[in-house]
């Protein structure tokens, strides 16, 4: 499970067997996915483009409005 989806399920307490530097020696390795995010998007691997920036604000605004919902 990806660490994001972790903390968004509220979970208690994360159990594992192995760590980051076990999962790199075998291949593994999430350091590349930490270095690109520090890139300038036009620097990156993958071609990232802005989709309908104003619908995706709205989203959020309509989340952050929103009475009745789970605080992340």
Same mark, same amino acid.
């Given at each position: ?18 760590? *980051? ?23 990156? *691997? *993958? ?21 009745? *919902?789970?605080?992340?």
């Amino acid at each position: 499970m990806c660490l994001g989806a972790i903390y968004w399920a509220h979970l208690d307490k994360i159990y594992y067997g192995n760590d *980051k530097d076990d999962a790199a020696a075998i291949g593994f390795d999430d350091s590349f996915i930490y270095e690109e995010l520090a890139l300038p998007r036009e620097n990156r *691997k *993958k071609a990232m483009e802005e989709l309908l920036p104003e619908e995706a604000i709205a989203a959020f605004n309509l989340w952050r409005d929103t009475e009745e *919902k789970t605080k992340y």
